[in-house]
């Protein structure tokens, strides 16, 4: 099966020189939740914004459902990888929610009555409907972070990349949102310094060091190898140990081969 | 970050004025300030009679004058300059309370106050009695220039924003025992607006790629 996600060998510095990528590989498929871990500066958000062709790799390549990131087909890229990024106001941009999440499917060619279908339902997933006339920035954190969620869902994305979802959210908004994304039918790469996060939502987990993946297995293992923990600065939070709460059972928490 | 409240210039109301469409006011605004500007300044009883129409629209308004009258403070450096024309301008010279003023220097002091004041107080009104969003609606169609449009909403969103910031700024120097308004501590001042205006460009490209992440071509969709 044609991985959702496929990137080889992505290597890529920034202008100044500083090599943020070293030679990536990575393979999502349709449905996994896979969670990205790294320390600061790792590449984790150098890594995303190549996924839909903002940055351009210096050597190697990344396909979306076999369709390869390049400058022809970035329009059908950037509606199948859908980023939410850190700061909800670097997303939130227009004067009313509705306008926001209409945004993204607007610029796909979507009016009137489907337009509004779609806005609807994707403000229905997150539970923010009722918010629809309000303008962003009169919205609270976490209320801003799932609108940010919504304007992405509602350009029905084969991918959901989230930097940092958990940040900022005090622990109710966090758990809401956990929920919400738990709930959704879609393939999900998740960069998170939230190591409990990670191992509750995503079966899965990928560490990137210094600009290469060093780690790539089930989250339990991952989160319980303590000499890759100690060597790439990863840190269980205080009370935190993944071996007590035990390994997340269910059908989904097996990584799928491949 | 942002703010629970709403718009400062913004007063909310249901009066006939609050709910004329906005870019019937847009241009009832543009109107009354292009006749003001070309009133020749000795008419003075013309003035009062403009004068007099703007208080019935802000009558009508029901907004408060105390609340217009705060944020007339906008006008002062103007006010300030007008008051010194008087003593500086030449001219045949008039005796006033006992100081010698410049008689043209008067006439021309009292020709900018009064359109200045008429135009601040009309725009002001403008401001209060419509939702920045129906401001920029109106604007649209009356065929404004878009990207112009454009950039006046996103000014509004990230005004907020910015404001934030830059508090945040100050009271972080505030902490570190800097005063921001002690002319000692400036330079610093001036290198926080330096940086204020660094990350609001960031914010700028980081807004950008959003934008990019979902589509945007360089037109706003419609
Ligand atoms: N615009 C830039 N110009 C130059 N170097 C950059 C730029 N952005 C990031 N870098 C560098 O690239 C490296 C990877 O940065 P990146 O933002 O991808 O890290 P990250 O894994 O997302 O870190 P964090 O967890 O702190 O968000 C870092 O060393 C960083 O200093
Ligand atoms: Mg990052």
Known sequence: ?258 | MGSGHGHRLHYHGHSPLHRAPAHLKLVGLLGFALVVVLTPREWYAVYAGYLAVLLVAVRISRVPPTYLLKRMVVEVPFVVFAVLVPFVATGPRVDVLGLSLSEPGLVAAFGLLAKGTLGVLASLLLAATTEPADLLAGLERLHAPELLVQIMGFMIRYLDVVTGELGRMLVAMRSRGVDPRSPRHWPVLARTLGALFVRSFERGERVHLAMLSRGYTGRMPR
Do not use: W
Not at chain 1, 94 to 101: A, F, K, L, P
Not at chain 1, 183 to 191: A, F, I, K, R, W
């Open chain 1, 1 to 258: 099966m044609t991985p959702v996600l496929d990137v080889r060998g992505l290597a890529y510095a920034y202008p100044d020189g500083h090599a943020a990528l070293r030679g990536v590989d990575l393979h999502v498929h349709a449905g996994e939740r896979v969670a990205l871990l790294g320390p600061n500066g790792a590449g984790k958000t150098t890594l995303v914004l190549h996924l839909n062709g903002i940055h351009t790799p210096e050597s190697g390549t990344v396909a979306v459902s076999g369709l390869p990131v390049e400058k022809e087909h970035l329009a059908e890229i950037r509606r199948r990888v859908g980023i939410v990024f850190q700061d909800p106001d670097d997303q939130l941009f227009m004067g009313s929610v509705r306008d926001d999440v209409a945004f993204g499917p607007a610029n796909l060619g979507l009016r009137g009555e489907a337009l509004e279908q779609r806005v609807l339902e994707a403000l229905d997933q997150v539970g923010m409907a009722d918010f629809r006339d309000r303008p962003p920035h009169h919205l609270s954190f976490g209320q801003r972070r799932r609108v940010a969620v919504a304007t992405v869902l509602a350009m029905r994305p084969e991918i959901l990349v989230l930097d940092e979802p958990s940040s900022n959210l005090d622990p109710a908004s966090r758990r809401e949102l956990a929920d919400i994304l738990r709930g959704l039918d879609v393939t999900v790469l998740m960069v998170t310094h939230d190591l409990p996060y990670a191992l509750e939502l995503c079966p899965r987990a990928v560490v990137l060091s210094e600009g290469r993946v060093v780690a790539d297995g089930a989250t339990y293992d991952v989160l319980t190898d303590d000499a890759l923990m100690r060597a790439h600065r990863l840190e269980l939070p205080f009370g935190f140990d993944p071996r007590v709460t035990g390994r997340p059972t269910g059908p989904e928490s097996a990584p799928p081969a491949g």
